[in-house]
């Protein structure tokens, strides 16, 4: 089994660091813990636990973000925690060594909107760029519901089963489908190895949240004749990036999708969306919708103050405008985004066995 010992290595009555050894005191070798992995370095990690924040030493190669389920099996000398398996590697850690660099597609798409200004390249290049930026929405189109759910469909990450599923002809509209006809393009004039370039990233971008997403998908473990069937909680989640075009300039709005949904309980099954996009003059917005016992609950992280106070002006409309459309508000905030608030992660729990996450 994978070990990993708490510090400082003390006695598990005198631990005390940030208020979780009143907790550890009362630990007994064989129970469950869970927790995340705040940072991990040379063989250092910092664990949140529901009791609390602890440091630890380990062998094991932890991803930040990470859950761990752990058990107790050794109190003197030391606290030990033992992994029942050690942990995949992530679609993060696999992505390094099987994907070229990846970046948001916003900078791709802008730094090949500046190789078509640029450009002295053969026109069948410049044509292939300005196609594909032509073929991307535009704002005021993403304000029309119809039109961000196309190109959530249309994003990518589900290209390969729309192929799969009986379609003779490829997807239209599809972002990979589209950058890959402009990779073949491009790679058949001289002197546009840097665009090249730029398309590769982002078809690394779109297969990372592919992988992410099938990472995330429930798997049936196997298990010996005779066990009752696992009762862990069935998680998924998708990452989507949708470029846009704001006055011929680039830009992105990513989305998140988590889906929980605890087996013998379905009215504690929730859909979590974050959105993340950065607005001219507004600074960076993070909304939380979380929909759960038939309620919605949105919530407004601004980079700025007085982004927070106009989404706030708004918070009413915005209570009144779901329920004509059918839908129960549930609690509606907007504050700025402080540096207490942790970064979410697509695979951070949506929630934690009655224990706040944030501890």
Known sequence: MSQITLQPTLPSQLLTQNG?????????IGDQLHATVVSQQNGKAELRLPEGTVSARTQVPLQTGQQLRLTVAQLQPQ???????????????????????????????QNLSQLLQGSTGGKVGQEAIQRLLLQLPTLVQLFDPKVIKQQVINSATSMENRLLNGRS??????????????????????????????????IARIALNQLKSMQSQPQNSSQPQGDSPSKEPLQRSWSVEIPFMVDDHPNQVSLRFRHHQEPDHPEKERWHIELNLEPPELGTIEAHAIHHQ???DIHFLSEKAETATLINE?????????????????????????VNDLPQRPDTPLYSSGFSIKV
């Open 79 to 109: 606290v030990t925690l033992s992994l029942s398996r050690p942990p995949l590697p992530t679609a993060d850690a696999m992505s390094q060594k099987l994907l070229p660099s990846q970046q948001p597609l916003q900078q791709a798409l």
């Open 294 to 296: 038939q309620q919605l």
């Open 169 to 202: 002809a490829p997807p239209g509209g599809d972002l990979k489908m589209l950058l890959l006809q402009a990779k073949v393009q491009l790679l058949q004039q001289p002197d546009h190895a840097k665009a090249v370039r730029q398309i590769e990233s982002m």
């Open 20 to 28: 979780a050894g009143a907790s550890l005191a009362r630990l007994k």
């Open 314 to 338: 708004q918070i009413e409309q915005l209570s009144a405008a779901l329920s004509m459309a059918g839908i129960s508000p549930g609690t509606l905030f907007s504050r700025q985004r402080s």
